[in-house]
């Protein structure tokens, strides 16, 4: 059976209603059916949470195995990029660590800045890929969670990794909506500043700044939600980035609320059991720091500062598992869930799960 079977459009009117009860008095109706980690029907909050808890639970293996292999990559490939980094510029690390002289120039910390602009262009690119990864990796495993199916690491990296474009494309285009309007308020605010040091405005003109943010945090927060299911329109239905913001937007209407409130209890989860798992690797890290004499090298400087780093990769490792995995698992259950309600998705899912 093709992996999309049972996902992929919406489905009309609820289903035909049986015959009359019979007279052996009122029957409770029946338990819908429960093939994999969710009733299939609309879901509660408390369906959710269970789901996404069930099979973080069941589904362990490729969702930390993928994870573990992104963002530890990714973290391996930056502590190589800062080691040639080193190797290239140690002289000039050398030079600014120990100068006597409080006024460096532009050329003596010129290679160093460009080298450090460069680890960030290399780290950024890293993370949105890890993420695009990720949100592709949570929906595919929630699509077999749903039904009941086995996923293997293999069948889930290959399936992620085929939707990761469209994904990132759906990431890129929602969060540049969102932004949007943050910058036009940082825009306002710059020019409001310009204005008012070359003495052609009022200082009064400030008091538009709260009015500007009452409107436009608002409008990035309905932005956000209303997009905030088109990850996983695009990997559940397989539709192209603004497809899947416009499924996005249709399966939304009506629901905004809910929909807002389920993901920040989500994402508020998961950034606190993210900092407490955090937290003491931190101060792990912070430990060496304490030993550094007076007088350090820069070889001394260069092992307790990548003993401290290493120790906060690992806590952000953890961390960022949580803080990824836990939030997407919620908005694909939020998907469901709304396709459930919208489009009666339940009967046509126990049928596909049945032939499975």
């Known amino acids: 059976m093709a992996q999309n079977s049972g996902w992929g459009g919406a489905y009309g009117g609820p289903p035909g209603y049986g015959g009359a009860p019979g ?57 190589a990029f800062i080691g040639i980094l080193y190797a290239t510029f140690s002289d000039t690390v050398d030079t600014v660590f120990h100068t006597t002289d409080d006024d460096l120039g532009w050329s003596d910390v010129r290679s160093l800045v460009f080298g450090f602009i460069a680890l960030w262009v290399v780290a950024m690119l890293l993370v949105v890929f890890c993420t695009a990864m990720m949100y592709a990796t949570c929906a595919v495993v929630l ?26 494309g759906a990431v890129l285009l929602s969060g ?60 559940f239905e397989g539709r192209r980035p603004v497809a899947a913001l416009r499924r996005s937007s249709e399966l939304v209407k009506g629901s905004w609320w809910r929909i807002f409130g389920i ?21 792990l890290g912070s430990f060496p720091t304490a030993t550094l004499g007076d007088d350090p090298g820069t070889a001394q400087i260069v092992a307790v500062f990548s003993g401290y780093l290493a120790a906060v990769l690992v806590g952000q490792l953890v961390s960022q598992i949580i803080t990824v995995t836990v939030p997407q698992l919620m908005t694909g259950m939020l998907y469901v869930d709304q396709r459930f309600r919208k489009e009666d998705l339940a009967p046509v899912l126990a049928r596909a799960a049945t032939e499975a």
């Open 176 to 235: 540049l909506a969102t932004v949007v309007p943050i910058l036009l308020i940082a825009a306002v605010f710059t020019a409001l500043i310009v204005a008012v040091v070359n003495n052609d405005s009022s200082p009064a003109l400030f008091a538009l700044i709260p009015l500007l943010v009452l409107t436009v945090i608002p409008l990035a927060a309905w932005l956000w939600v209303k997009f905030s299911l088109a990850p996983s329109a695009v990997v």
């Open 143 to 168: 699509q077999q969670a749903v039904l009941g199916r086995p996923a293997t690491y293999k069948s889930v990296w290959w399936s992620a990794l085929s939707r990761v474009p469209a994904v990132l």
């Open 263 to 283: 993901s920040l209890l989500a994402f508020a989860m998961a950034a606190a059991a993210g900092y407490l798992i955090q937290l003491p690797f931190s101060l």
């Open 23 to 79: 007279w052996g008095g009122w029957q409770p109706p029946p338990q819908a059916p429960k093939p994999g980690v969710i009733p299939l029907r609309p879901l509660a909050v408390g369906d959710m949470l269970n789901g996404t808890m069930t099979t973080i639970g069941r589904y362990w293996k490729p969702l930390i195995g993928i994870a573990v292999t992104l963002y530890g990559g990714a973290a391996i490939l930056v502590g």
